[in-house]
T-cell receptor, first 115, second 112 residues
Framework: DAGVTQSPTHLIKTRGQHVTLRCSPISGHKSVSWYQQVLGQGPQFIFQYYEKEERGRGNFPDRFSARQFPNYSSELNVNALLLGDSALYLC??????????????FGQGTRLTVV | GESVGLHLPTLSVQEGDNSIINCAYSNSASDYFIWYKQESGKGPQFIIDIRSNMDKRQGQRVTVLLNKTVKHLSLQIAATQPGDSAVYFCAENSNTGNQFYFGTGTSLTVIP
């Protein structure tokens, strides 16, 4: 079985632009979470989606949005990019809601560089 | 808010020795913990987890210890190998929460 897949792997954008990152969870997993990992730090929670509904949101501005599709894949959108948005964006897949003490498995991430 | 931190940011060990990576957490409601290994340029890789109703769990060459009294978690790696070189994160979650909180990570370097 394929693990969590994310696309693209690398991306370079200019300040002010918007970006869409994509994630396909492990087959059978219904929950997708997004994390931002700045260089030298641990991942920070952005969103969790379960059964196509937002079930949690971290401390990120409204420029960040996401959605989950009927096939449980997900998109993370970031508008009006800032230099500080440069980071590794990670998608985590789990069978159910994270609050159910369920293992979360990560993809390889999308490295976003804003110039 | 919750806080998960690591005592040592870097750790160097000789190949074949045992490694111990420590983690402190501050949320007493945390009841589920995962250790992740992250190699350069890759996403975090699940190593082992433990629930709060346990104080020890063993995997292949790895053991996680949980001390709820002092809110401390450790990862022990037996017979450390060069392939174990990576950054290790502990992550915690509570049954009422919907996210994992990560520490800042410990960089493990295995010296051949």
């Amino acid at each position: 079985d394929a693990g969590v897949t994310q696309s693209p792997t690398h991306l370079i954008k200019t300040r002010g632009q918007h970006v869409t990152l994509r994630c396909s969870p492990i087959s059978g997993h219904k929950s997708v979470s997004w994390y931002q990992q700045v260089l030298g730090q641990g991942p920070q929670f952005i969103f969790q989606y379960y059964e196509k509904e937002e079930r949690g949101r971290g401390n990120f501005p409204d420029r960040f949005s996401a959605r989950q599709f009927p096939n449980y894949s997900s998109e993370l959108n970031v508008n009006a990019l800032l230099l500080g948005d440069s980071a590794l964006y990670l998608c985590a897949s789990s069978l159910s809601l994270t609050g159910g003490n369920t293992e979360a498995f990560f993809g390889q991430g999308t490295r976003l560089t804003v110039v | 808010g919750e806080s998960v931190g690591l005592h040592l940011p870097t750790l160097s060990v000789q190949e074949g020795d045992n490694s111990i990576i420590n983690c402190a957490y501050s949320n007493s409601a945390s009841d589920y913990f995962i250790w992740y290994k992250q190699e350069s340029g890759k996403g975090p890789q699940f190593i082992i987890d433990i629930r709060s109703n346990m104080d020890k769990r063993q995997g292949q060459r790895v053991t996680v210890l949980l001390n709820k009294t002092v809110k401390h978690l450790s990862l022990q790696i037996a017979a450390t190998q060069p392939g174990d070189s990576a950054v290790y994160f502990c992550a915690e979650n509570s049954n009422t929460g919907n996210q994992f909180y990560f520490g800042t990570g410990t960089s493990l370097t295995v010296i051949p």
